[in-house]
């Protein structure tokens, strides 16, 4: 990120700001009005009440089910529950099957549009996930998430994934943002413990060694941080329980926003990113000597909404704790209030509300008593309401985490390997006696922390001809852990087993037709409905939390007395005749160390970059015409800010004219008020 440049400057004298101050200039036959009219009541946008949706599946191979088939009766529930918008997930690795193009998988990108416009056909908004790290049907999705910080061609690409995502569904009516993650992106703190040899290389391949040797002298920050170097003076990344850890903590988030978010939001104008708003701690051995925070990437640099993560923990002890829900209210207001002073004027969206988690290993987080959740809900609905524009529960429905990539043979044998009699009919595979069908358990799907040592396979089979049997094995066994028993139509029959070899092989013993397979080890219940969709009882408060959110909160930004603006301008005019045309005129000082551009977007809509300093220019021409009396919104981010000596504000550019009109007039209809 830039770093602010404390250079003395004269400041500009008194006199000739008087004569820059914003005007309003007389067009022939209509005098100016001598006051500015303060704008009508702008009608406040719809506060986001957001579920992301997975189906009957789960996050990481839900794609991989018939989802079409079920998502009016899911889009209706969720209305029936008070939402307004849907989150869909949209993984890199199942959107763009090539790690090194960006290419999108043209059935897939379809599955998307249609999911989209049908969801906006039923009154429900958008929101896209994008850059999702997981989908079951791309066992290597690990190894691209390293390969985004050390490989140009895997960069580019994931960069090309998400132009091509805008490109194709960024015109779709009800598309509010669409943003990526930071979990997408730390993946790469693995390196803090690697071996010395890896770290070494990783130095240079991440990028990491340039940027310390840009910023400082390496006696500096080995005397200054504890940094190692390898006997030939080379940069290796620090280890995880050094001091130095931090310069790696402070490289990683400046790439956030510098490598990642500006680039990906240059190709995809609706971003937004879920900033990490947890410190880490800082080590010296076993000793938590200090924490880091990401603060400085909570400003986003243009994007309208700032997305984040929450759940009651955060900022207590997490020793199992248990929290009264005045305490969690609390924590949260404190929490939104810290974002909000760093974020700016940008809405705020909690893209998960964590207000429950049953994950197994992480008991100890400070968490509410499940009969107290209805009352936290209650009092949360204040808090959210005047501090963020939109809310998004994770789990909508409790759902099953499932090892099996392509449980019902939706996209074909993809993930699967078969031998002897085997036909596909649609989403049903059909096989022979004797047949095998085939696959690797995806373990991550038992690999969390404190896992269960038991698993239990579900099979969904008709026995074609009255009675058949399905042989289940692990590995490379010879012999069976269970046999699945089938008689006529349609059965689902479910058994438990140890977890052992990665390898799950189901032997056909008579014909059979499979219509899904799955192996699960854990169930997320934190959803407001169950796994059958019936409502909780949290169900009926986080409806009530629903009708309680109405309107975003109305954020403005005006300039400052004299003229100048700082990082962002947000301000409303009404024109007093149709208007189709933009006077923007800006001034800095000669000896100004920064040179801003300025992005200008009108009514949400992207008008124009101009640079900070250009005065005289031809008038902007807006995208539309805005009838008189209407309100138009205006928003000016300036790329750099500084602060002059003597002064403490931090100064984007001097604002000359910002006023309206009728092409081809100079505009005049600037009567601009920040409300």
């Known amino acids: 990120m830039k770093r602010l440049l404390l250079i003395a400057l004269v400041l500009v004298p008194v006199a000739i700001l008087v004569v820059l101050q914003l005007r309003t200039v007389e067009t022939p036959g209509e005098a100016a ?14 506060y986001i009440r957001a579920a992301h ?25 969720l209305l029936d529950d008070g939402f307004n918008t849907v989150v869909f997930l949209v993984p890199w690795p199942g959107f763009a099957p090539d790690p090194r193009s960006g290419e999108l998988d043209p059935e897939r990108v379809a599955r998307l549009r249609g999911l989209m416009q049908q969801a906006d056909a039923m009154g429900l908004k958008t929101i896209l996930r994008i850059s999702y790290a997981w989908d079951w049907i791309d066992p290597g999705a690990a190894e ?64 990491f060694e340039a940027w310390l040797l840009d910023r400082y002298d390496i006696d500096e920050a080995v005397e200054r941080f504890g940094l190692t170097t390898d006997p030939s003076g080379r940069v290796l990344i620090p280890e995880r329980r050094t001091p130095a850890y931090a310069l790696f903590l402070e490289f990683m988030s400046e790439a956030w926003i510098e490598r990642f978010f500006e680039p990906a939001r240059a190709r995809f104008p609706k971003l937004s990113m879920e900033i990490r708003i947890d410190s880490d701690p800082i080590y010296d051995g076993e000793e938590i000597i200090g924490w880091f925070d990401h603060r400085p990437v909570w400003s986003l640099p243009g994007a309208d909404w700032v997305t984040l993560y929450w759940a009651p923990g955060m900022g207590g002890e997490n020793r199992g704790e248990l929290l009264s829900p005045e305490l969690a209210a609390d924590r949260l207001a404190r ?33 509410i008593p499940h009969e107290d959740v209805s009352e936290f809900l209650n009092r949360a ?31 074909g044998l993809a993930g699967w390997t078969t031998t002897g009699a085997v036909e596909l009919n649609g989403a049903d595979l059909h096989l ?81 037709t499979l219509h899904e397979v799955n192996s699960t080890g854990f169930v997320q219940r934190s959803g407001i409905r169950d796994r059958d969709f019936e409502l909780k009882d949290t169900g009926r408060a986080y409806r009530a939390l629903n009708a309680a959110l109405e309107v975003q909160p109305r954020l403005l930004q005006p300039r400052f007395d004299d003229g100048w603006m700082g990082a962002m301008l947000i301000e409303e005019f009404t024109p007093r005749r149709p208007v189709d045309a933009l006077r ?33 220019a031809d008038p902007l021409q807006l995208p539309t015409t ?24 931090e100064l984007g550019c001097l604002i000359t004219d910002l006023s309206f009109g009728p092409a081809g007039d100079r505009p005049v209809e600037g009567q601009g008020s920040s409300g």
Request: glycine fraction near 10%.
């Open 381 to 411: 609905a204040e808090v959210l309401q005047g501090r963020t524009g939109g809310v998004g529960v994770w789990t909508w429905a409790d759902y099953a985490h499932d090892a099996i990539a392509n449980p019902e043979f939706f996209v």
């Open 626 to 649: 805005f009838a008189a009396g209407g309100t138009i919104r205006v928003r000016i981010e300036s790329s750099a800010v500084h602060s002059p000596s003597g002064d403490a504000r």
């Open 584 to 616: 923007l005129d800006t001034f800095l000082p000669e000896d100004w160390p920064e040179a801003p551009m300025l992005t200008v977007t009108v009514d949400g809509r992207h008008l124009a970059e101009i640079p900070c300093g250009e005065r005289g």
């Open 335 to 367: 929490k939104l209030d810290e974002v909000a002073e760093h974020a700016g004027p940008r809405q705020i969206f909690i893209g998960q509300f964590l207000f429950e988690d049953f994950t197994p290993g992480y008991e100890s987080n400070g968490r």
């Open 33 to 46: 009005p001598s006051q500015a009219v303060p704008p009508p009541e702008r009608a406040a946008d719809p």
């Open 53 to 77: 949706w997975f189906g009957e599946a789960w996050p990481v191979n839900f794609w991989n089910t018939e989802l079409e088939a079920i998502a009016e009766r899911d889009f209706q529930r």
């Open 432 to 512: 022979g006696d004797g047949a095998t069908l085939a696959t690797d358990l995806r373990r991550f799907a038992y690999s969390i922390e404190g896992r269960p040592d038991i698993a239990e396979l579900c099979v969904a089979a008709t026995a074609v001809d009255g009675t058949a049997r399905l042989d289940a094995f692990q590995g490379g066994g010879q012999d069976a852990f269970a046999a699945l028993e089938f008689a006529g139509p349609r059965q689902r029959v479910c058994v438990e087993h140890e977890l052992g070899a990665r390898r799950l092989r189901l032997e056909a013993d008579g014909a059979v």
């Open 144 to 207: 691209r998430l390293m390969q985004l910080w050390q490989d140009e061609t895997h960069y580019r690409a994931w960069l090309d994934y998400i132009e091509a995502l805008w490109q194709a569904v960024g015109d779709v009516p009800g598309l509010q943002f669409g943003f990526f993650s930071w979990e997408d992106l730390w993946t790469v703190t693995w390196f803090g413990q690697a071996p010395e040899a890896i770290r070494r290389e990783a130095a240079r391949t991440t990028g």
